[in-house]
């Protein structure tokens, strides 16, 4: 008769302990869709890592592929370089850090069509190959966040529309394809200077920047 109520004692905790940890994830989804996860990603890259942490040294913990979508949780620069806390869509919902410019997040997506809506109806004006790797914008501006993200050199894309942009002094944006060192150079005003100090005339291009 003991052995019995002990066998019930110890079914009836174990059923406890399974409805707690119910109600404790139900309650941590709940939290979660109230404070953050307003935002999902996709994955453009061919594949990419989902890794235990950003730096050098971290595990890759799963391989995702083009089109997946992660949920994102958080994100971080780390020595210039913006990563994501995501989480996956796998069984185990695995979570971890993944580089910004493996993916791109619903919000930016959602800013990139309306842009492409507005040139839907319109022909090419021509096409163009990059020279070196470059960073594709939202804007015509040199901030980085605006960046979607980044073209390798070579890639080649179709031009919709053009405009001159005043010159500025730009932000330490790295558009050096990645392992590549960024090759330094003079700052634009120094550039308009250097030439001014030759006697050359002033060109359109030293006040404006084709984009």
Sequence with gaps: MNMKLLALIILLSFAGTQVGCSLFGSTVDDVTNIFGLTDTATVIAKTAQIRTSYAVVAADLLEVKRGERLDVLDQVDFEKILWYRVRARDEAKTEGWIEAQ??????????????AEEFKDLPPQAAGTLRAASNLRLASDMTPENILFKLANGSSFEIMDWKFV?????????DAAKGEKKKGKRTRNEEIEAAREEGEPEKIEDKYDIW
């Excluded at 493996?102 to 842009?115: H, M, R, W």
Aim: without cysteine.
């Design 166 to 174: 005043p010159k500025e002094e730009a932000p330490d944006v790295d």
């Design 102 to 115: 493996n993916v791109i997040t619903s919000e930016v997506l959602e800013k990139s069509k309306k842009l």
